[in-house]
């Protein structure tokens, strides 16, 4: 019968990992192969595996890329169950990978412009969308500018590829890259913006000039974070659209 068919196809695929870039002890770039067939769109995300365990993650690289690069932060028990295990995993080792992406935590195509708000790891589907953007090269008047908060510099990330974007295409990409500790030692060369992500997103707002009728806010991160933004941001009548990412 073809509901019984349907049911006893395969959900996951086991693949290799590719490759593996420790950043700090609880930060890591992580690349799988991709499933035969997975297909998604930029800012969604995938479900991967190990030892019957599993969790999902956005994903970083955009559609056209051969592998699946993930940005992962180390939970330590007991709230972390799943990276504690990934953490001693390494290139060549196997973990699942579901075959159906999922989220709709999307570019909305309607709007010129894209406010995108992110905390450390936040900044995942932001990257996806903006690869995937520059490499379609489509005749499109989207402008990005990308406020990206976190503690220490460390966990910028993708700091040097946002730049590196930003002075290529000004026209197109603009990156703010904020502080909330920079006081600490750990920050002691840091000559950027300082402050939460959230505390600056209305005089952000304010100096780009932009409004509401041609202006998408997207928040990825931390709860708090996105919640500080839409209380913000809400009774100004932008539309703000989030993604969650819980420890």
């Not at 180390?74 to 169950?81: A, I, K, R």
């Not at 390494?90 to 989220?103: E, H, N």
């Not at 936040?122 to 520059?134: F, K, Q």
């Not at 005749?139 to 966990?155: C, I, L, N, P």
Request: glycine fraction near 6%.
């Amino acid at each position: 019968m073809p509901n019984s068919k349907r049911s006893m196809a395969p959900k996951f695929q086991e693949v290799e990992i590719v490759d593996r870039k420790d950043i700090t002890d609880d930060l890591m770039k992580l690349w799988i192969e991709k499933p035969d067939g997975f297909q998604f769109k930029p800012g969604q995300y995938c479900t991967i595996g190990m030892n019957g365990i599993e969790r999902a993650y956005s994903i970083v690289s955009a559609p056209h890329e051969e592998n699946l690069e993930l940005f992962l932060e180390l939970v330590h028990p007991p709230e972390g169950v799943f990276t504690p295990i990934i953490w001693g995993a390494s290139v060549g080792d196997k973990v699942t990978c579901r075959f159906k992406p999922k989220g709709i935590f999307l570019l909305n195509d309607k709007v010129s412009n894209h406010f995108l708000i992110a905390t450390v790891t936040g900044i995942v589907p932001y990257v996806s969308m903006i690869r995937d953007y520059l490499h379609k090269g489509e005749d499109k008047d989207f402008k990005f500018f990308v406020a990206h908060g976190a503690s220490y510099t460390d966990e910028f990330v993708y700091d040097s590829e946002l730049r590196s974007y930003a002075e290529k295409y000004p026209e197109i990409i603009r990156y703010f890259p904020t502080i909330s500790r920079p006081s600490e030692s750990k920050n002691h060369s840091w000559e950027g913006m300082k402050g939460r992500v959230n505390d600056s997103t209305e005089a952000m707002i304010r100096d780009l000039n932009l409004k509401n009728d041609d202006t998408i806010v997207y928040v990825c991160g931390h709860p708090g974070m996105i919640e500080d933004v839409k209380e913000k941001l809400n009774p100004q009548n932008f539309e703000v659209i989030e993604e969650r990412f819980w420890k």
